[in-house]
């Protein structure tokens, strides 16, 4: 039986590792293909913020899971310390006693494997397959090649090979700018973002498209604009545009959810509500929408406390929780009585614009025979009472 295997840290496994191993496959028709992601490898250090090697292996699941005659190994699990190639060959060995093994590498990787740990003992015991590559002249392989040969009897093979190049240090460099998930198998960036691994950062074009299909399509044209605003108020105020635009997308997230769902939910995680909440399940989703962004899209602790309060709004709110607050109520589509009054204020004052805010809010909510939330009410206060404030101020400094 032929065993082919490809290693490597897999940190994270991208679109090239993909490309590299069809290939290799359809080149070799092994009778297995063995995927064996290092537990611990000897020659790079753990990055702060990483995957853990439980964590590298289930992506690597995820990521080759596309192939049906892949199979990720935990073969490397299996023994503490570092993780050489030598050690991993003998463990397989033990599987298979007899049988031909093939060892998968990039071209980029032959010019130093002599001096891989125990290499006379691996070279002796398997087949390398290369996956070549144009920018490596074929001639310095083949004379690399001949010289295994000579020196530990290794049989070299050369697979034509189209890299796509990419490398996974490339790959983490890019996350923490909001790139690279064109770079990763779906079903590993949307880990990576869930956990926020490497830093990374949520890119909002991906964020769109998975948030606006949770949304009924009445409600798109809202959040986008809600998303312009808020980073057009945070350009203004000196606030990050990208993590306002993340918090307006995600702002309404479970707005869709029935009363049932959402109140389920809150069951479920241990979210404590009051009586008008229970009374009025319409202002659920700011509570629930800040917890599913944390738990659905990694969201940060700033984010999640502005869409907690997008809806009734409280005392002393951050400029993140004011922008956005403000943005859900000047966004674009937005046709109410004084809210151009209310856009102009915004860019002017944001405190202001707040007890502007809060009162219409208050003034709809009892118009429309809906309890007054306690939240809104107390924000209200504050804020016009920080109005008062300054405005005696401004008076006395004249």
Known sequence: MRIAFYGGCFNPPHLGHLAAVREAYEALKPDRFLILPDRQPPHKKAIPGEPGPEERLEQCRKAFGCFDWAEVSDLSFSREGPCY???????????????????????????????????????????????DRDEIPRSALEEVSSRLHQRFGARVDFIPNDPVAISSSQVRALLPQRKGEDLLPSSVYREIIRHRWYDAQVSLSWLR???????????????????????????????DP??????????????????EEQLRFCREQGIKLDTCEMESPQLLHAKTGAREAKLRFGASDEICQAIRWHTTGKPEMSLLEKILYLA???????????????????????????????????????????????????????????????????????
Request: hydrophobic share 40%; with cysteine.
């Open 242 to 259: 990208e993590i306002a635009a993340e918090a307006g997308i995600l702002h309404d997230m479970t707005k869709r959810w029935t009363a």
């Open 328 to 398: 859900d109520v000047i966004e674009e589509n937005r046709s109410y009585q004084g809210v151009d009054e209310l856009r102009k204020l915004c860019f002017e004052d944001l405190d202001e614009a707040m007890a502007y805010a809060t009162r219409s809010s208050l003034e709809h909510v009892r118009e429309s025979g809906n309890q007054i939330h306690h939240d809104t009410l107390d924000a209200y206060r504050w804020y016009s009472a920080a109005d008062n404030r300054r405005r005696n101020s401004n008076v006395i400094s004249r």
């Open 85 to 131: 190639m030598a050690d991993t060959v003998r463990l397989l060995r033990q599987q298979y006693p007899g049988d031909d093994l093939i060892l998968v590498l990039g071209a980029d990787m032959l010019p130093g494997i002599e001096d891989w740990h125990d290499a006379a003992s691996l070279l002796n015991d398997l087949h390398l397959a290369i996956l």
């Open 209 to 239: 498209e998975q948030v606006y299909a949770m949304l009924k399509p009445s409600r798109i044209p809202h959040v986008a604009g809600c998303e312009k605003a808020a980073a057009a108020l945070a350009a203004r105020w000196g606030a």
